[in-house]
């Protein structure tokens, strides 16, 4: 006796469906034009920016302190903070003495190009000459929104586990730098930062990866030279 299989169901998008597809893409197509816009317009201001991209907790906000502490004798360094509603990061960093601005996102998982442009003008009337953008705490949307920066960053910590990397690649694809984070915490994590590292090149052989523990300042200088300032 021959079994009859039953026929797959076959679920098609509604004519709104395909409309909020089509409306995204030229979103991610109109954000890639002001982010082309925002690069002129820093090029032309000689202004230096980095996005810095990572989860919350993986320490993008110390990385960014310890940063500005080391560049601000030799940059008039400028800050923006995004974060979906608060201002925790914006004060936190400008306690060091920079201009440091935040946007709320709302639902948005990420900073986008307009946005970033908006605030970015208000830092340059103040005259700075590097920037240093901290993203939206997220993984995954950021990669897909550049924001007109010179070096993209994306930022992991031993203590979201040994696979984080392998399972969040397409984010690594997108930066130019990565950083290995809270190295003081790896044995207690049981994670190796060499396997992180290789999996950190695995994913974008292009970059370069620094291993630093932003609460004991380590590898910092290492990352100033990794981002070529």
């Not at 923006?80 to 709302?106: C, F, K, M, W, Y």
């Amino acid at each position: 006796m021959v079994s009859i299989l039953p026929k797959p169901m076959i679920i098609k998008a509604d004519e709104d469906e395909v409309l909020d597809i089509e409306l995204e893409e030229d979103f991610i197509k109109a954000n890639e034009r002001m982010a082309d816009l925002n690069r002129r317009t820093f090029d032309r201001y000689g202004v230096k920016v980095v996005d810095f991209m990572g989860s919350i907790g993986s320490g993008k906000t110390s990385i960014i302190e310890r940063l500005v502490e080391v560049l601000k004798g030799r940059y008039k360094v400028g800050v923006i903070a995004g974060d979906t509603t608060t201002a925790i990061d914006a004060e936190r960093v400008s306690r060091h003495g920079v201009p440091s601005l935040q946007i709320n996102t709302g639902r948005e998982c990420h900073l986008d190009a307009p946005l970033v442009r908006k605030a970015s003008k208000k830092l340059l009337r103040e005259g700075v000459n590097l920037i240093l953008i901290e993203n939206v705490g997220n993984l995954i949307c950021p990669a897909e929104f550049p924001l007109g920066a010179h070096k993209r960053v994306v930022v992991v910590s031993v203590t979201e586990g040994e696979y984080m990397i392998k399972k969040k690649q397409d984010i690594f694809r997108a930066a130019q730098v990565g950083v290995i984070n809270k190295k003081d915490m790896a044995g207690y994590m049981d994670v190796d930062t060499n396997q992180l590292v290789k999996d950190a090149l695995d994913a974008n052989p292009k970059m370069k990866v620094v291993v630093t523990s932003a609460k004991k300042g380590e590898g910092i200088n290492e990352l100033v030279n990794a981002l070529e300032l």
